[in-house]
C-alpha cells in the first residue's frame, strides 16, 4: 500500500509535468502553425525539426520516451469510409485525401472510399516518436488492414493493431481491452471518438470528436499538448481523471 505522503505526491508531481510539458508545447507553436499552412495548401506535410536527421530523431526518441503506449481507433478518429454502391456520393473538400479500397469478404467485393482525417499523417508522425503506436478497431480486418496500410505507408508508425475479434461484445458495442496492448495501465492511453469504447476502463480514455468529412477539423492537433504532457508522468490516469474533478 502506498504511503500517505507518495498518495498525495505522485499527483502533484505529475500535474507539475503536465504544466511543464503544456509549456514547451506553447514554445513549439511555429512547427503546428508551419503544418496548418502546409494543409490549406494541400502540399506534403512538412517534416518536424526534431526529425531533420535521423540521428537527432534517435535522440528525441531516447530522452523522451517513457515506454508508454498510445491507443488510437480507426473509423471517424482517423479516417471515414463511405460505402461505393452506385449510390450519390456527398461532396468532400478536395483537400481531404482520399483512396479507394477493395475488400473481400464472405467471397463479395465491397468498395470503399476512406477519407483521412485533416493532420493524420502529422499527428501520426510526432506521436510515434513520443509513444508505441496500436490502432485498436472495432472494424473486421479485411477492411482495417488496408486502411492501416495506406496511414502508415513505410510501416515504421504503427506497432500493433487490434481488430474487431479482439473486442468484447456489449449490447451491441465493443468495448476496447486496452491492456492487451499494454497490461500496465499507468502506461497507457486509448483515443476514440466513441465513449463506450473505453468503457472497461475509462480512467485510460481520451475523447475525440467524431469526424466525417469538415475540412478544416483540428481535432487531432488539439489533442498534441495532452499527449506530449502525458509521456512525462508515471501514470497516465492521474492526469486523465483530472477531468471528473471538473465536468
Ligand atoms: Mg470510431
Known sequence: MPSRRHRYLTPFIDYLALIYAYIRTLLSIPLRTQQRIAFGKTTTTSTPKAQSSPNSTKRTALQYYKGKTVVLDLDETLVHSVQLSGGKLQTV??????????????????????????????????????YKVVIFTASMAEYADP?????????????????????????????????????DLSKVC???????????YQENG??????????????????????????????????LKLRKLTS
Open 147 to 183: 486502411v492501416i496500410d495506406w496511414l502508415d505507408q513505410d510501416d515504421s508508425m504503427v506497432s500493433q493493431r487490434y481488430f474487431r475479434q479482439s473486442c468484447v461484445p456489449k449490447g451491441g458495442n465493443y468495448l476496447k481491452d486496452i491492456s492487451l496492448a499494454e497490461p
Open 206 to 239: 481520451i475523447p475525440i470528436p467524431t469526424w466525417l468529412n469538415a475540412p478544416n477539423d483540428e481535432s487531432l492537433l488539439d489533442l498534441l499538448p495532452l499527449l506530449d504532457a502525458l509521456r512525462f508522468t508515471s501514470d497516465v490516469r492521474s492526469i
Open 93 to 130: 473538400h478536395a483537400a481531404i485525401q482520399r483512396k479507394q479500397i477493395e475488400v473481400q469478404s464472405n467471397k463479395q467485393s465491397i468498395l470503399y472510399l476512406v477519407y483521412k482525417r485533416p493532420h493524420a499523417d502529422f499527428f501520426l508522425k510526432t506521436i510515434s516518436q513520443w
Open 190 to 200: 486509448l483515443v476514440d471518438n466513441s465513449p463506450v469504447a473505453y468503457e472497461l
